[in-house]
């Protein structure tokens, strides 16, 4: 399973940003994909995963702010990020997980300017 992500950039603080990130290789038909993000310092942490059937679960900093969607036919998921804030700062993995195995994307580095 490879996984690419994009999308990233630099952001004013209350602005909005997209990312995207498309999976290919063996992929399940049900998997749960999900968007991760490491600030410097920081420990990896959940931002917002869904399932293959649509049940979402997402981190309280992220709640009324991102949403988290996904294309099954695209084998595709995405994060729109709104009302940005300066620690939202962080380098954002997608992620994968099937079969009891995870899978990670690169690494998209998301700068929020205040």
């Known amino acids: 399973v490879q996984l690419q992500a994009s999308g990233g950039g630099l952001v004013q603080a209350g602005g909005s940003l997209g990312l995207s990130c498309a999976a290919s290789g063996n992929i399940f038909r049900n998997n749960v994909m999900a968007w991760y993000r490491q600030a410097p310092g920081e420990r990896r942490e959940l931002v917002a995963s869904?399932?293959?059937?649509?049940?979402?679960n997402s981190a309280d900093s992220a709640k009324g702010r991102f949403i988290i969607f996904r294309d099954n036919n695209k084998n595709t998921v995405y994060l729109q990020m709104n009302s940005l804030k300066p620690e939202d700062t962080a380098v954002y993995y997608c992620?994968?997980?099937?079969?009891?195995?995870?899978?990670w994307g690169q690494g998209t580095l998301v700068t929020v300017s205040s």
């Open positions: 869904m399932t293959s059937g649509g049940s979402t």
């Open positions: 992620n994968v997980k099937q079969d009891s195995t995870n899978y």
